[in-house]
T-cell receptor, first 111, second 114 residues
């Protein structure tokens, strides 16, 4: 199937690290993405990783890709209350422009 | 520059009526997507347009749903004979290619069918 799966909720304390996990299905996907959706807004690209990479770091964000297990994770260091949002994992299918999104993980950050 | 815009932002309609939702993509973006976001359901792919190619309609849930993109720019998503289960936020996105295929999303149209 075309499912991208991720857990629905994650709650962390301010200052802790958050790890959001995702599994995808297409081993030949070229790009994998993390999008962030704040309340009442559309999605915004947070970061992406190309399929020939296994890690990407961007300030407080670390993306890990395990192609063998088709597992993608997003780590947010020093999580802040402003990080509270829904985080979507997505994979771009090979050929064409179709991108499949997961159901989203709602991150709650407790002060 | 201007981002992706959608109108209306909110639409309340009676069951059985037709609705049209509009999307204005970022100028010059070649691909345009429609998604549906239902409460607790995540983002459901509906359709995408790429240049002059035939659209990928594989995500449309029924023949009551249709979309068109005129002149390679503005797109309209039409839902005929609306049902209560059509209530959701409808999101539009556009992208330019080649590159990372990053999608730029509009703020969405919240559709409520009573």
């Amino acid at each position: 199937g075309e499912d991208v799966e991720q857990s629905l909720f994650l709650s962390v304390r301010e200052g802790d690290s958050s790890v959001i996990n995702c599994t995808y299905t297409d081993s030949s996907s070229t790009y994998l993405y993390w999008y962030k959706q704040e309340p009442g807004a559309g999605l915004q690209l947070l970061t992406y990783i190309f399929s020939n990479m296994d890690m990407k770091q961007d300030q407080r964000l670390t993306v890990l890709l395990n192609k063998k297990d088709k597992h993608l994770s997003l780590r947010i260091a020093d999580t802040q209350t402003g990080d509270s949002a829904i985080y979507f994992c997505a994979e771009k299918k090979t050929g064409g422009f179709k991108t499949i999104f997961g159901a989203g993980t709602r991150l709650f950050v407790k002060a | 520059g201007a981002g992706v815009s959608q109108s209306p932002s909110n639409k309340v309609t009676e069951k059985g009526k037709d609705v049209e939702l509009r999307c204005d993509p970022i100028s010059g973006h070649t691909a345009l997507y429609w998604y549906r976001q239902s409460l607790g359901q995540g983002l459901e792919f509906l359709i995408y347009f790429q240049g002059n190619s035939a659209p990928d309609k594989s995500g449309l849930p029924s023949d009551r749903f249709s979309a068109e993109r005129t002149g390679g720019s503005v797109s309209t998503l039409t839902i005929q004979r609306t049902q209560q289960e059509d209530s959701a936020v409808y999101l539009c996105a556009s992208t330019s290619a080649p590159g990372t295929y990053e999608q730029y999303f509009g703020p969405g149209t919240r559709l409520t069918v009573t």
